[in-house]
C-alpha cells in the first residue's frame, strides 16, 4: 500500500524568500508523483508532475520539485515567493493501477 | 471555456434530508469522480467512474450515492444516512483511468448541515 507524508501543515515565510514544501512517500512499487495547489475556497490545480525521466520537475508559477527515489522524497521548491502563492499546496502519489493517494496538504503563510 | 462545474457552491441542510450535488463537465472526459476534503485530512475518494453507467466506490462511499447516465454528468447525492455530512465535496474529471493521476477539477460545493 503507499502513503503519502506532508511533515509540515503550515509554512510561514517572508516575500521573496525562498520555500520548500515536503513530502515524503511509501511505497513497494514505483510511483507518480504530483504536487496540487488549492487557492482559498477553490478547487485543486495541478502545478506539477513526475512520471519518468529527470528527477528536476518543473512546474507553473515558478516551482519546481525534484524526486529522490532513495529518500522517497518529493519535496516542493519556489526561489522567491510571492503573496499570490498563498495557498494550500498537496502532494499525491498514483501507482501504476492504484488511485491517487494525498497528503494532509501544507498551508504556505507568505508575510509582508 | 471547458472546465467542470459544480453546483450549487453553498448549500444548507437540515438533519435528514437528502441532498443532490451537481456535477458537470464540457471536457470529453471519461473518468469523473468526488472527493471529500475535511481539514487537515487532505483528499479522501467517495466514487469514481470510468466509464458511463458504471461507477465504483471509494474509500468512503458509505452514506452516498451517484449516478453516471451521461459522459458529462456525475451527481453525488448525500443521504440522511451520511454520519457527519458537513464538508467540502470536490468533483474531478481526467482523460484515462484513476491512476493517471492529472485531474481536473471543479470549485467545489460547501455543504452544512444545520
Known amino acids: 500500500a503507499q502513503s503519502v507524508t506532508q511533515l509540515d501543515s503550515q509554512v510561514p515565510v517572508f516575500e521573496e524568500a525562498p520555500v520548500e514544501l515536503r513530502c515524503n512517500y511509501s511505497?513497494?512499487?514505483?510511483?507518480?508523483l504530483f504536487w496540487y495547489v488549492q487557492y482559498p475556497n477553490q478547487g485543486l490545480q495541478l502545478l506539477l508532475k513526475?512520471?519518468?525521466?529527470s528527477t528536476l520537475v518543473k512546474g507553473i508559477n515558478g516551482f519546481e520539485a525534484e524526486f529522490n527515489k532513495s529518500q522517497t522524497s518529493f519535496h516542493l521548491r519556489k526561489p522567491s515567493v510571492h503573496i499570490s502563492d498563498t495557498a494550500e499546496y498537496f502532494c499525491?502519489?498514483?501507482?501504476?493501477?492504484?488511485?491517487?493517494?494525498w497528503g494532509a496538504g501544507t498551508k504556505l503563510i507568505i508575510k509582508p | 471555456d471547458g472546465g467542470i462545474t459544480q453546483s450549487p457552491k453553498y448549500l444548507f441542510r437540515k438533519e435528514g434530508q437528502n441532498v443532490t450535488l451537481s456535477c458537470e463537465q464540457n471536457?470529453?472526459?471519461?473518468?469523473m469522480y468526488w472527493y471529500r476534503q475535511d481539514p487537515g485530512q487532505g483528499l479522501r475518494l467517495i466514487y469514481y467512474?470510468?466509464?458511463?453507467?458504471?461507477?465504483q466506490k471509494g474509500d468512503i462511499a458509505e452514506g452516498y450515492s451517484v449516478s453516471r447516465e451521461k459522459k458529462e454528468s456525475f451527481p453525488l447525492t448525500v443521504t440522511s444516512a451520511q454520519k457527519n455530512p458537513t464538508a467540502f465535496y470536490l468533483c474531478?474529471?481526467?482523460?484515462?483511468?484513476?491512476?493517471?493521476?492529472?485531474?481536473?477539477f471543479g470549485e467545489g460545493s460547501r455543504l452544512t448541515v444545520l
Open positions: 474531478a474529471s481526467s482523460t484515462g483511468t484513476v491512476n493517471t493521476g492529472e485531474l481536473f
Open positions: 471536457l470529453n472526459h471519461d473518468a
Open positions: 467512474s470510468q466509464i458511463v453507467n458504471d461507477f
Open positions: 511505497s513497494s512499487v514505483s510511483v507518480y
Open positions: 513526475y512520471l519518468s525521466g
Open positions: 499525491a502519489v498514483s501507482a501504476r493501477g492504484y488511485q491517487l493517494i
